[in-house]
């Protein structure tokens, strides 16, 4: 199927992002962009940079690997890869916006959030991300998306931020003989 979002498309949503969170956390006391590993890390760096440039600061920053929250950790990986969970800041009171790249089933958020409330009691959660493409298992939505993109269950979204395009992958369909 190949790119469905564009360099320019792609650079547009993140600053149609940044301003929709600077205007939503203006009141906030105090909030984080929690990246969550591996694809929400460079949006939400990419946000943090959009939103130092139209304020005063960066947001603090964040990330969480949910490889052990995973709910099919012992399902299907071998062996797991496990990364760093990294939150400089108290969690306790701090406003959390969980950055992912692609949300499909809900399942990583699930994990991402069980993570974050083992480091403390944040004041809020809100989900930001840049491509909603739909087949939730869980009930969880986004309050920030910069697209949204009908698929099919068995096709793959790919955020490739070298290239700055997102492509999607059809899974090749096997006709019995």
């Known amino acids: 199927m190949g790119e469905v979002i564009d360099r320019a498309a792609l650079k547009s949503a993140v600053g149609r992002l940044a301003d929709e969170l600077t205007v939503a956390m203006a009141d906030a006391p105090r909030w984080a962009l929690v990246g969550v590993r591996s694809g929400g890390i460079p949006l939400a760096d990419a946000l943090a940079d959009a939103i130092?440039?139209?304020?005063?600061?960066?947001?603090?920053?964040?990330?969480?690997?949910?490889?052990?929250?995973?709910?099919?950790?012992?399902?299907?990986?071998e062996r797991p890869v496990l990364g760093d969970t990294d939150l400089p800041f108290e969690v306790n009171g701090c406003g959390l916006i969980l950055v992912d790249d692609v949300l499909f089933t809900g399942r990583t958020i699930r994990a991402a959030l069980g993570e974050v409330?083992?480091?403390?009691?944040?004041?809020?959660?809100r989900l930001c991300v840049l491509v909603d493409r739909g087949h939730r298992e869980l009930p969880i939505a986004p309050d920030f998306w910069g697209f949204r993109l009908?698929?099919?269950?068995?096709?793959?979204?790919?955020?490739?931020?070298?290239?700055g395009v997102v492509r999607l992958e059809a899974t090749p369909k096997v006709i019995p003989s």
């Open 52 to 77: 130092a440039g139209r304020t005063a600061s960066a947001p603090a920053r964040g990330d969480v690997d949910i490889t052990l929250y995973r709910d099919d950790l012992y399902t299907g990986f």
């Open 117 to 125: 409330v083992d480091y403390g009691r944040p004041a809020f959660v």
């Open 150 to 163: 009908p698929t099919a269950k068995s096709d793959r979204v790919v955020v490739d931020w070298r290239e």
